[in-house]
């Protein structure tokens, strides 16, 4: 297993588009995070998963996101209407379910770079 | 809810100097403290980490960062700065299932 990986690495858009990234976790990994990082900041949590099951949101995450991880593997975040303000890293973490040796520890992927026009 | 405090968003270190990054946390019950370094265009690697047990880690590529309860900070440090050592590192600490970080120091390596 290569870690996790995110679908694409860049993408422009234009104002009021809809983008999908893509994010598959390390393959024994319960849980999956993304978070997102705009230009200076740290990364700020948007979501995460156990399994299939979205077990928050942060506030962050307006109506125009949605994110989905519909088998427990792979998971996909959806923006609707894109705005400028979207312009930022989108990042996507897994991690061993809570209770388990080592699951204190989130594995980031390289990310997708989001730019709104 | 669990914080961290960056200072000073960019650093400049001489190239086998020390290079020091402080980190401040806050949080109500015993927090897990880690520290990430960043790449240009990358996802975050993780250099070190503390849960519980020795307050001094030792990390990857020469890092290591002490765990100090009574200052509640959490400092990173490398005794001799390399030129691959040029990136952004983020302190973060994980509560309420999600990792809450800094807003991270931009460490440039002088030759």
């Known amino acids: 297993d290569t870690g996790v990986s995110q679908d694409p690495r860049h993408k422009i858009t234009k104002r009021g588009q809809n983008v999908t990234f893509r994010c598959d976790p390390i393959s024994e990994h319960n849980r999956l995070y993304w978070y997102r990082q705009t230009l200076g900041q740290g990364p700020e949590f948007l979501t995460y998963?156990?399994?299939?099951?979205?077990?928050?949101k942060s506030r962050l995450l307006s109506d125009r996101f949605s994110a989905e991880r519909p088998k427990g593997s792979f998971s996909t975040l959806e923006i609707q209407r894109t705005e400028q303000g979207d312009s930022a890293m989108y990042l996507c973490?897994?991690?061993?379910?809570?209770?388990?040796?080592?699951?204190?520890?989130?594995?980031f992927g390289p990310g997708t770079r989001l730019t709104v026009l | 809810a669990q914080s961290v405090t960056q200072l000073g968003s960019h650093v400049s270190v001489s190239e086998g100097a020390l290079v020091l990054l402080r980190c401040n946390y806050s949080?109500?019950?015993?927090?897990?403290l880690f520290w990430y370094v960043q790449y240009p265009n990358q996802g975050l690697q993780l250099l070190l980490k503390y849960t519980t047990g020795a307050t001094l880690v030792k990390g990857i590529n020469g890092f290591e960062a002490e765990f100090k309860k009574s200052e509640t900070s959490f400092h990173l440090t490398k005794p001799s700065a390399h030129m691959s050592d040029a990136a952004e590192y983020f302190c973060?600490?994980?509560?309420?299932?999600?990792?809450?970080f800094g807003k991270g120091n931009q460490v440039v390596v002088i030759p």
């Open positions: 973060a600490v994980n509560g309420n299932n999600r990792l809450a």
């Open positions: 949080s109500s019950v015993p927090p897990y």
């Open positions: 973490a897994s991690s061993l379910a809570p209770g388990l040796a080592g699951a204190d520890e989130q594995f």
């Open positions: 998963f156990q399994n299939e099951a979205q077990l928050e």
